[in-house]
């Protein structure tokens, strides 16, 4: 499943697994999809999606989160199993207050409950799932990281 190596500190690590790193890529893309079109469009394409009365600004602090976090995941698509460690602890703790935050409005207000809300949702609760799996395989890794 991968070869041994030894890091600067002396200890063996497994390298990071192609499954992983194709996870980032396609992480990456899922945010370009949604980010682009909610910065450039902003109220635009919520109101396509039958969203109606959103602040722009918002919006596009939303879409900057998307954005950053994604490019992030494709410019950390080679580093190190440490790195990874790391890139994975902020999409576990963006990912997991995402979907709080989502459902906390399903709960307060009907106005929420519609199509693109609950597929937000999901996609964030799935890569939250997924996110926290590869954070608990690395550490089994041998990472050294806990």
Same mark, same amino acid.
């Given at each position: ?37 909610? /910065? #450039? ?5 919520? !109101? ?8 722009? %600004? *918002?919006?596009? =602090? ?40 989502? /459902? #906390? ?5 009907? !106005? ?8 937000? %949702? *999901?996609?964030? =609760? ?21």
């Amino acid at each position: 499943m991968g070869e041994w190596k030894t890091t600067q500190q002396g200890r063996a690590e497994r390298g990071v697994p192609p499954a992983l790193r194709t996870a980032f890529i396609v992480h990456f893309a899922v945010d370009m999809i949604v980010g682009i079109p909610l /910065l #450039v469009f902003s109220t635009g394409a919520l !109101d396509w999606l039958g969203w109606v009365g959103s602040d722009p %600004l *918002f919006v596009r =602090l939303f879409a900057a989160a998307l954005l950053a976090i994604g490019l992030e995941s494709f410019l950390g698509r080679d580093a190190t199993v440490g790195v990874y460690t790391h890139m994975l602890n902020l999409k576990i703790a963006w990912s997991l207050w995402a979907w709080v935050a989502i /459902l #906390v409005s399903l709960v307060q207000s009907s !106005d929420y409950r519609s199509i693109p809300v609950w597929t937000g %949702l *999901f996609i964030f =609760l799935g890569f939250h799932i997924l996110w926290v799996y590869w954070r608990i395989a690395l550490c089994d890794r041998g990472s050294g990281e806990a």
